[in-house]
């Protein structure tokens, strides 16, 4: 079985400084996709950004970027120029491509929570 | 658009009652999926549906069930119901359930169990 890990339960950063979330995972298989979640207070999940294993150019999302090391299986999250609003849980996520029936089966690893200050 | 509508946001049951939670996916999307959240467990899924149909199941005993309407909504029940099923139960929805299309989530419904 597939598994996710945050070893970080908690971070901080000051507000315009860059922070750097960790998560590795365990599989297998050599198709899947890798997300980082946010959640807000507001408890709804939020897509930060996704990764597609079998891409190797590391995805960006404005201030937002990835590390994705898939030998080492690691994907890590780099947050530039942090804002306070940025202050939340953070969800590293994984799903297998390998048929429609798993692909829709995210899993998650337990969190790590960001501190934003000024 | 609309986003993604959950209802009740709260409930409070006894144990041994049941419950049915309600997800109003984004208009267009047939993928409805479910999700369990608690402090000790995390985030785990329950179940998929799309197109009426539970296309990928969890590893949750048989209490807890789902269904999924014409209109895509969807619908949770969770039978006999245990402390431990307290938790906030969130649900997503995407256009097809693949994870090249993006899942957008509810803000869930908490349940407590007492």
């Known amino acids: 079985a597939q598994t996710v890990t945050q070893s970080q339960p908690e971070m901080s950063v000051q507000e315009a400084e860059t922070v750097t979330l960790s998560c590795t995972y365990d599989t297998s298989e050599s198709d899947y996709y890798l997300f980082w979640y946010k959640q807000p207070p507001s408890r709804q999940m939020i897509l930060v950004i996704r990764?597609?294993?079998?891409?190797?150019q590391n995805a960006t999302e404005n201030r937002f970027s990835v590390n994705f090391q898939k030998a080492a299986k690691s994907f890590s999250l780099k947050i530039s120029d942090s804002q306070l609003g940025d202050a939340a849980m953070y969800f590293c996520?994984?799903?297998?491509?390998?048929?429609?029936?798993?692909?829709?089966?995210?899993?998650f690893g337990t969190g790590t929570r960001l501190q934003v200050t000024l | 658009k609309a986003g993604v509508t959950q209802t009740p946001r709260y409930l409070i049951k006894t144990r041994g009652q049941q419950v049915t939670l309600s997800c109003s996916p984004i208009?267009?999307?047939?993928?409805v999926s479910w999700y369990q959240q608690t402090p000790g467990q995390g985030l785990q899924f329950l179940f998929e549906y799309f197109s009426e149909t539970q296309r990928n199941k969890g590893n949750f005993p048989g209490r807890f069930s789902g269904r999924q309407f014409s209109n895509s909504r969807s619908e949770m029940n969770v039978s006999t119901l245990e402390l431990g099923d307290s938790a906030l139960y969130l649900c997503?929805?995407?256009?097809?359930?693949?994870?090249?299309?993006?899942?957008?989530f509810g803000q869930g419904t908490r349940l407590t169990v007492v």
């Open positions: 208009s267009g999307h047939r993928s």
């Open positions: 997503a929805s995407s256009w097809t359930g693949l994870p090249n299309t993006e899942a957008f």
């Open positions: 996520a994984y799903v297998s491509v390998i048929n429609t029936g798993t692909a829709s089966k995210l899993t």
């Open positions: 990764q597609e294993a079998y891409k190797q």
